[in-house]
């Protein structure tokens, strides 16, 4: 399984970007997507999910209302739309996949990590 984000970069606050990550090499439409963030000396955040289906999904307090995860089964590909960005938004962003469970907000539940890719908001 390899899982390859894109989309990150310099943006200002109140800007947007969207990112996407493709998955290769099993079926997409069996497994559940996160999305996750890390800055330097912090553990790594789960900020948004997604059922295989693309029925439900989760967001962490501070990104809801401002964050949209989403996923396309006929390119194989989870996007993470994100509004209104702040500095506390800035961080490499990852994303992760799971065939354990349908839908989860678990960090451990996921087993396979793109790269990160990053994002960095300037005022």
């Known amino acids: 399984v390899q899982l390859v984000e894109s989309g990150g970069g310099l943006v200002q606050v109140g800007d947007s970007l969207r990112l996407s990550c493709r998955m290769t090499?099993?079926?997409?439409?069996?497994?559940?997507f996160g999305w996750f963030r890390q800055t330097p000396g912090t553990e790594r955040e789960l900020v948004s999910s997604i059922s295989w289906t693309g029925s439900t999904t989760w967001y962490e307090d501070s990104v809801k209302g401002r964050f949209s995860i989403s996923r396309d089964n006929d390119k194989e590909t989870v996007y993470l739309e994100m509004n209104d960005l702040k500095p506390e938004d800035a961080a490499v962003y990852y994303c992760?996949?799971?065939?354990?469970?349908?839908?989860?907000?678990?960090?451990?539940?996921?087993?396979?990590w793109g790269q990160g890719t990053q994002v960095t908001v300037t005022s």
């Open positions: 090499g099993r079926s997409f439409n069996t497994c559940a």
């Open positions: 992760a996949a799971t065939f354990d469970y349908t839908m989860t907000n678990l960090k451990g539940a996921f087993d396979y």
